[in-house]
């Protein structure tokens, strides 16, 4: 009986582990039926607009993604406006205005932004200069304690003392 409670209990372990590991890999949801338009070619503009649009309260997701009030809040907005006939940009503007430009997931080059759009190349520039100074460095300690050929007198010296030591 110990035996088939152990093998059970480790059942329902990995039940429990497969279920938390595979979880978070499960598409999200977040658009609800009740959210989408009755109009396929409106829906399909107001899904490519979410994408488009950063969730305000999860910031790295777009208000398509994110399940957060807010997201489906914005989802609305985005939905309520290309019904009341705008165009995207218009609906874009519209948010920018509400919200700034935060809530565009990929803003637009200016000067106030350009330390976003700059910053991946500098940080990957900056970790290549690492390796290259510290592969430089490694090999030029390398070098300088590379040990210099014995000369005869130390050479005698050693063979004195490991003759001494060996049996």
Partial sequence: MAAR???LSLVRLLAVA???LAAPAAPSFA??????LA????EKRARALSTELRCLVCQNQSIDDSNAPLARDLRLVV???LVAGDNDDQVIKYLVQRYGEFVLLRPPLRL???????SPA????????WLVVAWRRRSRLAVETRAAPLSEDERKALDKVLSRNSP
Avoid at 31 to 36: A, D, H, I, K, R
Avoid at 39 to 42: I, S
Avoid at 122 to 129: R, S
């Fill in 5 to 7: 409670f152990s093998l």
């Fill in 39 to 42: 109009d396929p070619a409106l």
């Fill in 18 to 20: 497969f279920i938390a």
């Fill in 79 to 81: 939905r309520e406006r």
């Fill in 112 to 118: 106030g932004t350009v330390i976003l759009w700059i």
């Fill in 31 to 36: 658009v609800q039926p009740g959210e989408m």
């Fill in 122 to 129: 500098l940080a990957l520039a900056a970790g290549l200069l």
